[in-house]
């Protein structure tokens, strides 16, 4: 279950009219936290990130499943789940609580080094360097989810870069 400041930050970000990314972005924070506090660990950054994802289908969170090519099938299928679980379609059951201690359990022996600063950023880079496509794509998203002056220094940012290449 999510923290109560997690879903209200959450919310807030609903009503603020951001995208789904960035509303599921609380619970990956508060997930990030968890290992960085020791509640848990994490085998990667990417595992954190992928609960945290987890947890806000669940919550309600508008996230779509990756597509076919993005990932395996049954990744796809238990982020397909999760949204459903979220959305009202799926299962109302409780999770049985062996299988609960036995993922906590797991979770305990994982690293807490998958959630430092430098592994994080490592993945931000390995992110952001796929291609020049991907990584724009990514910036246009990001910049649809702020505010019209944000939109505005972010839309500057890169021809400011564009005239200083074309000097040099």
Do not use: C
Request: net charge positive.
């Amino acid at each position: 279950m999510p923290d109560r400041k997690t879903l209200e930050r959450a919310e807030k970000d609903e009503r603020e009219g951001t995208s789904p990314s960035t509303q599921a972005g609380e619970f990956v924070r508060e997930k990030i936290h968890h290992v960085r506090e020791g509640k848990h660990g994490a085998r990667s950054p990417q595992q954190a990130i992928a609960i945290g994802l987890s947890k806000a289908r669940r919550a309600g969170i508008k996230v779509k499943p990756p597509a076919k090519e993005k990932t395996s099938e049954s990744t796809r299928r238990k982020a397909e789940r999760d949204y459903e679980r979220g959305h009202g379609e799926g299962s109302s059951r409780r999770t049985s609580a062996r299988r609960s201690a036995a993922t906590s359990r797991a979770l305990k022996r994982e690293p807490r080094e998958s959630a430092s600063r430098r592994s994080l950023s490592a993945r931000a880079h390995a992110a952001a360097g796929t291609s020049i496509s991907q990584r724009s794509a990514a910036a246009r998203q990001a910049s649809r989810t702020n505010g019209r002056a944000e939109r505005s220094a972010a839309a500057k940012k890169p021809a400011r870069t564009r005239r200083a290449r074309r000097r040099a």
